[in-house]
């Protein structure tokens, strides 16, 4: 008897319990939670999202020296080589070569080396020095690492948005490229594009899946299977007018570590920026020579001593290439 009870009471309340959820259901409306991951579904651009609206500056670090008046005079051309701090060596050499260019004030051209912070004392005791003589030095406030790399060029296109926003062209380069300025300016002079990178293109690059690889990337930091196309980091240049739009895009496209592939590629296709190709800028080493940079533009891996030869030698009226 206690048995058939103990049913009667366990079907009462289940039909209690069924009649609650009909009225709840039919009076108030459905609370749904985001999974942890919504906001981030597609490592690519969450801001295609309709709940990711938010704006997220990658580079929110103030810079540690800085400066801010070195577009003061009419500029067409900023060019900022990126660096490490303890590579002073290779800065001397760019200012004593290539990077010259920007001493003629009648070339309207600026020239700074950006770099992040430094862990010795030591190197940024030595660093505010170069900084004090050549005013030349951009000291952002990340870390310096090869991870780091797209914060670096979202550093870039924020100082060059607040600081030189009424230049013409911005070139970013390694350190350890050498750069025939002329050629490049006849080739930005000649673009008819406004908003565009010009630079070294690459098509059709897929994510490396080979844990074992520098580049490895998992599904989970991008989730597509094939780049965007986008231009070689080693040197590409851009109208101000792209730099700012790429900026403002870093700040809806999520941080991604590969840079040239994140400011090129995804920022550039959420900003709707051009990518100009152009056969001048090599990524790869040419020969360290004169006769090799007459008609380029970039040339990758070059010392400081190469690139001092390359310099003497570009310029000499008396060399004869073949």
């Known amino acids: 008897m206690k048995r058939w009870v103990q049913v009667l009471l366990f079907v009462l ?26 906001a981030f579904t597609s490592t690519v651009d969450p801001a295609r999202h309709s709940n990711a609206t938010a704006e997220v500056d990658p580079c929110p670090y103030p810079f540690q020296i800085n400066q801010p008046d070195a577009c003061a005079r009419a500029t067409e051309l900023v060019i ?14 760019v200012r004593e ?60 296109l924020k100082w060059v948005s607040l600081y030189c926003n009424t230049s013409r062209f ?10 025939n300025v002329p050629n490049l300016i006849s080739a930005l002079r000649a673009e008819k594009k406004t908003v565009f990178v010009m630079g ?32 070689s980091g080693t040197a590409y240049s851009m109208s101000t007018k792209a730099a700012f739009l790429l900026w403002e895009a870093a ?25 100009v190709h152009h056969g001048g800028f090599n990524y790869a080493k040419l020969n360290p020579d004169g006769c090799s940079y007459r008609k380029a533009i970039t040339g990758h891996r070059n010392t400081a001593e190469e690139k001092r030869k390359i310099h003497k030698e570009v310029y000499d009226p008396k060399l004869v290439c073949k």
């Open 200 to 231: 070294h293109t690459f098509t059709g690059a897929r994510p490396v899946q080979n844990k074992n690889s520098k580049w490895y990337t998992p599904l989970e930091d991008f989730n597509e299977k094939v780049y965007p196309r986008y231009t």
């Open 251 to 275: 700040k809806k496209v999520r941080l991604f570590w590969l840079e040239d592939i994140y400011i090129t590629g995804l920022c550039a296709r959420k900003a709707g920026v051009s990518l």
């Open 170 to 179: 911005v070139l970013k380069a390694d350190d350890d490229m050498y750069v």
């Open 80 to 93: 900022v080589v990126v660096t490490a701090v303890k590579n002073f060596e290779d800065r001397q050499a």
């Open 97 to 156: 070569t290539w990077g010259s260019y920007a001493t003629n004030s009648s070339h309207n051209t600026t020239l700074v080396f950006l770099l992040g912070t430094t862990s010795s004392a030591d190197l940024q005791a030595k660093l505010k020095n170069e900084s004090r003589r050549y005013r030349d030095i951009v000291q952002g406030g990340f870390v310096d690492s090869y991870r780091n790399l797209s914060i670096k060029s979202v550093a870039l």
């Open 13 to 38: 309340l289940l039909g209690m319990l069924m009649q609650c959820a009909l009225y709840y259901n039919s009076h108030y409306p459905q609370l749904v939670l985001p999974s942890p991951q919504t």
